[in-house]
């Protein structure tokens, strides 16, 4: 079968017939990309319809480089949300946005590495200034449409947290804060609800933060889990009005600090055996036994369990079969590692839009791994309390 198929594509370079190939495959392509936007706004192209879920808006062209020679497409653009054919996409989301942030550094001239090798290695050998330029708009539209999307439902659980990468500004290399926040909603499933970057983590920061989640429709959230952050304290009671839980892995750390070398062992087992018992007041009542017994050798550790325990303790008063998940910033410190992973291949950004850009893909494509998952983060059966009173912790015979 494969030689005839060979024959014929020779036979059709070779003869006048080309004309009318390229014809048929543009006919073909246009097909099935009024199938793919009628999949993707619910309704056929001039259909009125109550299941429609967006509206068209025109067309962009868009030339398309065959074996038959070069071919012209009309792509249907969309009022809300965007489109791109599934056929012009050969590689993943965030393979895209990856090469596009490398191959605009390159371009500018501001990479400290050997650029040219690592563009090649990812197939941008020769890429022009315009090439990169749509590359990247057709990114930055799937991007800011997840990273503006309306957020339904409530939220009883959030993470936030922040990492540092490296970008040009005004011919300097400062680091910004990029900051995430995880959420899981009502029906167990966890969603990447938002991203900032910002010159620090400043209280005026994570309060815009905050701020704009709640002005795209974030609701119900009972715990919001970070860092011991004032930042992210302040602005927590300030825009939600709500319970913070500060991280117990960060908190260990900053505790350790105020114990000797030799002791540190010792000190953070004492300490987990708070966190070991079976309910909110015994692990109070544990933790104020643990710093009463170190007051007198370590006092600057007694004074700083005395300060943190209302914080450091919040998640015992959810359920048991949640707490594994909320005492810490663990699940979204595995997302920053992936974006830390990424990123490491860039270096130094040339600007925030290309952070935007690489790191918004990032979230885009965890969130849509997370989305078709069979098994929930969290069961319905666990989180029916918590919606309907936060004070509340089920038996431990319950499982998860």
Sequence with gaps: MTKPMMDLRELVEKSGDADLLREMIGFAAERLMELEVGGQTGAAYGEKSPERRAQRNGYRDRDWQTRAGNVELRIPKLRTGSYFPSFLEPRRAV?????????????????????????????????????????????????????????????????????????????????????????????????????????????????????????????????????????????????????????????????????????????????????????????????????????????????????????VLAYMTFPQQHRAKLHSTNPIERLNGEIKRRTDVVGIFPNEAAIRRLVGAILMEQTEEWAVQRSRYMTLETLAPVCDDPIVSLPAAQTD
Aim: net charge positive; charged share 25%; with cysteine.
């Design 95 to 311: 393979e895209k946005a990856l090469t596009a942030v490398i191959q605009e550094a390159y371009v500018h001239g501001v990479s400290t590495r050997a650029m040219d090798d690592l563009v090649q290695a990812m197939g941008g050998t020769g890429i022009s200034k315009s090439q990169v330029s749509r590359l990247c708009e057709e990114i930055d539209e799937r991007v800011d449409a997840f990273l503006t999307r309306p957020i339904e439902g409530e939220w009883p659980y959030l993470w936030i947290d922040a990492t540092y990468l490296k970008v040009r500004q005004g011919g300097r290399i400062v680091s910004v804060a990029v900051t995430i926040a995880v959420g899981v909603n009502t029906a167990g499933r966890r969603e990447v609800l938002g991203m900032a970057i910002g010159p620090s983590e400043a209280e005026t920061f994570w309060t815009d933060f905050l701020r704009d989640l709640v002005r795209r429709g974030m609701s119900g959230v009972k715990l919001v889990v970070s860092d011991g952050h004032e930042g992210i304290k302040a602005a927590t009671a300030r825009v939600l009005s709500t319970t913070w839980q500060r991280c117990r892995v960060h908190f260990q750390r900053n505790a350790l600090a105020h114990a000797g070398k030799s002791s540190r062992r010792v000190v953070s087992a004492f300490i987990a055996t708070a966190f070991a018992q079976p309910d909110h007041s015994a692990a109070r009542t544990q933790w104020r036994l643990v710093a009463d017994q170190m007051r007198s050798k370590l006092p600057k550790l007694a004074a700083l369990m005395d300060g943190a325990e209302e914080d």
